[in-house]
């Protein structure tokens, strides 16, 4: 996906007509300004339309389900997003859509975000490979949980440092340590979190 980012931002003509005539429904429930711009700006760059839906504003999640959301939307658009509370509405939509569900945000991660912020460094360190990476803070958020799988998963390093206490302390250490690729990367991912905690 990074390679094909790399691309796209490279040469945008070769991809104007790339989603002509495709429809993404952008489902919200937490407010947005950079994910739903972007999203509409890209949609547009490619051909395609997006459709912004305020579930707030919606019967979803109350009287219906997200499961039936899913195969209802997947008749209409060639994809969905939805930037929501929990883990569990995405679950829902992609049990039952036939199109791709995209995740953009829920409260244990937020992928569109750290694939840009991998996209980033990859243009300002020239790759991923033997990247040291620090994150000091409140590290109860999805960001970081994101900083720790990616960092896991293409081979950089991401130490985090945070408050302890029962309101801090909710890392998904098990997702982190079963995407290291090797026992050395493992280990010392595990120091590293451990060292968080």
Same mark, same amino acid.
């Given at each position: 996906m990074?390679?094909?980012?790399?691309?796209?931002?490279?040469e945008p003509?070769?991809?104007?007509?790339?989603?002509?005539?495709?429809?993404?429904?952008?489902?919200?429930?937490?407010?947005s300004?950079?994910?739903?711009?972007?999203?509409?700006?890209?949609?547009?760059?490619?051909?395609?339309?997006?459709?912004?839906?305020?579930?707030?504003?919606?019967?979803?999640?109350?009287?219906?389900?997200?499961?039936?959301?899913?195969?209802?939307?997947?008749?209409y658009?060639?994809?969905?997003?939805?930037?929501?509370?929990?883990?569990?509405?995405?679950?829902?939509?992609?049990?039952?859509?036939?199109?791709?569900?995209?995740?953009?945000?829920?409260d244990?991660?937020?992928?569109?975000? $750290?694939?840009?912020? @991998?996209?980033?460094?990859?243009?300002?360190? &020239?790759? #991923?490979? =033997?990247?040291r990476? /620090?994150?000091? !803070?409140? $590290?109860?958020?999805? @960001?970081?949980?994101?900083l720790?799988?990616? &960092?896991? #998963?293409? =081979?950089?390093?991401? /130490?985090?440092? !945070?408050?302890?206490?029962?309101?801090?302390?909710?890392?998904?250490?098990?997702?982190?340590?079963?995407?290291?690729?090797?026992?050395?990367?493992?280990?010392?991912?595990?120091?590293?979190?451990?060292?968080?905690?």
């Open positions: 990074l390679e094909l980012a790399h691309k796209m931002k490279a003509e070769a991809y104007y007509d790339a989603l002509t005539n495709e429809t993404l429904l952008m489902l919200f429930e937490k407010p300004l950079r994910t739903r711009v972007s999203l509409e700006v890209g949609m547009t760059e490619l051909g395609g339309h997006a459709i912004s839906y305020m579930i707030g504003d919606s019967p979803l999640g109350k009287k219906e389900t997200y499961g039936d959301t899913g195969a209802c939307l997947s008749r658009v060639a994809a969905i997003t939805a930037r929501v509370t929990s883990r569990e509405q995405i679950d829902g939509l992609t049990a039952t859509a036939d199109v791709p569900v995209v995740n953009a945000l829920d244990w991660a937020h992928p569109m975000q $750290i694939l840009a912020d @991998m996209q980033t460094i990859e243009e300002k360190k &020239g790759g #991923l490979s =033997g990247v990476m /620090a994150y000091l !803070g409140d $590290i109860r958020n999805n @960001m970081t949980y994101d720790m799988r990616g &960092g896991s #998963l293409m =081979g950089f390093t991401v /130490a985090v440092a !945070g408050p302890s206490g029962p309101d801090y302390v909710r890392t998904p250490l098990d997702s982190a340590r079963t995407n290291a690729q090797t026992e050395e990367a493992e280990a010392e991912l595990g120091g590293v979190l451990r060292a968080g905690d």
